[in-house]
């Protein structure tokens, strides 16, 4: 069977290559990634057939994923769904020994699917839960490439030492794992999200291909909203300075602190703000309703307006959330990786208020996106809020160094890189001249 690749125009004698992409996440990024994957493999008209393993969750909440892979109609793109006795069987509960037992049951149905389907190289879109199972468990079946989402022993660099036990034996356990997967040949690429890390990942030797991923983001140009209007259609009031809250609203985004940090403010500078949230609101049912009647008081007590847009939202419906607002928060605790938060907020040209710790605080400083604070400490975010409320925000960023953040961050720039390594792979694998 003839094979094109169409990237290089060249045809190579081989077996038609059989992609699985490995997700068993719902939420966040990873349906955006998926999206992004299989529109750029379409769209380059790549020959093969791509199998995209989800759990079947992914298939009720994602649908307007999985039609537009059914949308094109010479592509061979099939979502297959774990059964509902395989989901069962996943160990979920908490703790530390259950967790790495999900582990090893994650890895067992990614051989499981690969060898039924006849995979020729498996993208895992969450490499991270993956590391021990790769070294300890059993042998993949085929060739694997993988995400790794949150790297953390090369904080150090920009100012992290580890400083607690739990610190340092975490970035041990990283040391340790990549020193044996990268040495893998079963493993042909590790893609990550850090653009900082990269660097430092050759100090472990092997042959695996270390490559930055753009952390990307779709914009949509075609399907845009009036902005004037679709302000007007939330309610926000004139003359109020917007920070937007986007994403899953819950402890580990900061958004308690925030709430008393606004509290904190003067009642001038509440009475110039509105809190716009979007996304689902709360960890669980109980704290959501802790988070409502915070976000309550507020609005009756404190004059602050809150607008709030308790659902998922849709890819294609993100951005111009990001283009009315003045203000994007990402006080994140102590998060470990990238945030698409800091991307969206950039190609919008709209100021961050980050945490000042890890990967994110270091790109918010490095390409000017704005102010980062220590996201622990209400006041310190009250200081920040202030002064987006009393200075011009652009003079807190800067709007060069935001474009080029944005634009290095395009959707196919991620998309590019995974699938013109899988296509290098393969063919390396097959034998044939690429």
């Not at 719902?26 to 999206?35: A, F, K, L, R, T």
């Not at 004139?238 to 904190?264: E, H």
Request: aromatic fraction near 10%; glycine fraction near 6%; hydrophobic fraction near 40%.
């Amino acid at each position: 069977m003839q094979l094109l690749n169409p990237l290089s125009g060249t045809q190579n004698s081989v077996v038609t290559p059989r992609i699985m992409l490995f997700d068993l996440s719902v939420g966040g990024h990873h349906p955006g990634y998926i999206q992004n994957l299989i529109r750029y493999w379409c769209d380059q008209d790549f020959a093969g057939a791509i199998d995209v393993v989800v759990v079947p969750r992914f298939m009720e909440l994602h649908g307007d994923v999985v039609a537009e892979a059914q949308s094109y109609p010479n592509q061979r793109i099939n979502f297959v769904p774990l059964s509902a006795d395989e989901v069962a069987r996943l160990n979920t509960r908490a703790g530390a020994v259950a967790k790495a037992y999900q582990a090893f049951q994650e890895w067992g149905l990614l051989c499981q699917y690969a060898r039924r389907l006849g995979t020729t190289h498996a993208v895992l879109m969450y490499l991270d839960t993956a590391l021990v199972p790769f070294i300890f468990g059993q042998k993949p079946p085929c060739q694997i490439s993988g995400i790794f989402f949150r790297p953390t022993f090369h904080y150090a660099t920009f100012g992290h030492t580890p400083s607690t036990w739990k610190d340092r034996i975490q970035v041990w356990r990283e040391r340790f794992n990549l020193s044996q997967i990268l040495r893998r040949p079963e493993l042909s690429a590790l893609y990550c999200l850090d653009p900082l890390v990269v660097e430092h990942l050759d100090q472990f030797g092997g042959s695996t291909a270390c490559l930055y991923l753009p952390d990307p983001v779709q914009l949509y140009a075609d399907d845009q909203p009036d902005l004037e209007q679709f302000r007007s259609q939330l309610g926000i009031q004139p003359d109020r300075t917007v920070f937007l809250f986007f994403g899953a609203l819950t402890n580990r985004k900061g958004i308690y602190q925030v709430l008393d940090a606004i509290a904190t403010l003067t009642t001038e500078q509440r009475s110039k703000l509105c809190l716009l949230l979007v996304g689902p609101l709360g960890a669980n049912p109980d704290d959501k309703q802790q988070m409502l009647k915070k976000l309550s008081e507020l609005s009756d007590s404190y004059q602050v307006q809150t607008v709030i847009r308790d659902q998922f939202v849709i890819d294609r419906e993100i951005q111009p959330y990001f283009q009315i607002a003045d203000v994007i928060l990402a006080p994140y605790q102590r998060h470990v990786g990238m945030s698409a938060i800091l991307v969206r907020a950039a190609a919008a040209q709209k100021p961050v208020l980050s945490s000042d710790y890890g990967l994110m605080g270091e790109v918010t400083r490095r390409y000017g996106l704005g102010l980062t604070v220590d996201s622990a400490d209400p006041q310190a975010i009250a200081q920040g809020v202030t002064r987006f409320l009393q200075e011009d925000s652009h003079l807190l960023c800067n709007v060069d160094t935001m474009r080029q953040f944005a634009e290095q961050n395009a959707a196919t720039r991620f998309a590019e890189t995974i699938v013109r390594h899988v296509w290098q792979a393969v063919v390396a694998q097959s034998g044939a001249p690429d």
